[in-house]
């Protein structure tokens, strides 16, 4: 027995036979369908592409940046500036200034009020 003899016509979901015409307008529907759905994937897969090529270059630009630190320790920057460059405040390790400013300050002030103190 050949294949054409066992032909059975295909048979919708609820088991009715579908005629030739609605058979190929489904099968026609289905490759539209899968014509959509393997562009989509294609666009998906150049952006995906688009993004891991633009990842990459990332990566080998922080290399770099990472290499020349690592080749020029004299050149990096202290840890204090990099700390306010970030937006970082330091409170535990104030600047020598400040220290000195408020020093002067305060024995300033101490001079007056014993000035004060003293003129009574």
């Known amino acids: 027995m050949s294949e054409e003899e066992n032909w059975e016509p295909p048979l919708e979901d609820n088991g009715i036979t579908l005629g030739p015409e609605e058979s190929l307008r489904r099968e026609i529907e289905k490759s539209k369908n899968l014509k959509v759905e393997r562009l989509k994937l294609r666009d998906e897969i150049e952006k995906l592409r688009a993004q891991n090529d633009a990842l990459a270059r990332r990566n080998r630009e922080l290399e770099k940046k990472a290499l020349n630190l690592e080749a020029s320790?004299?050149?990096?920057?202290?840890?204090?500036?990099?700390?306010?460059?970030?937006?970082?405040?330091?409170?535990?390790?104030?600047?020598?200034?400040?220290?000195?400013?408020?020093?002067?300050?305060?024995?300033?002030?101490?001079?007056?009020?014993?000035?004060?103190l003293l003129r009574k």
């Open 73 to 116: 320790p004299s050149e990096q920057i202290p840890a204090r500036a990099a700390a306010l460059a970030s937006g970082k405040k330091n409170f535990c390790n104030p600047p020598r200034r400040w220290s000195i400013f408020l020093l002067i300050f305060n024995l300033l002030a101490i001079a007056v009020l014993l000035y004060f």
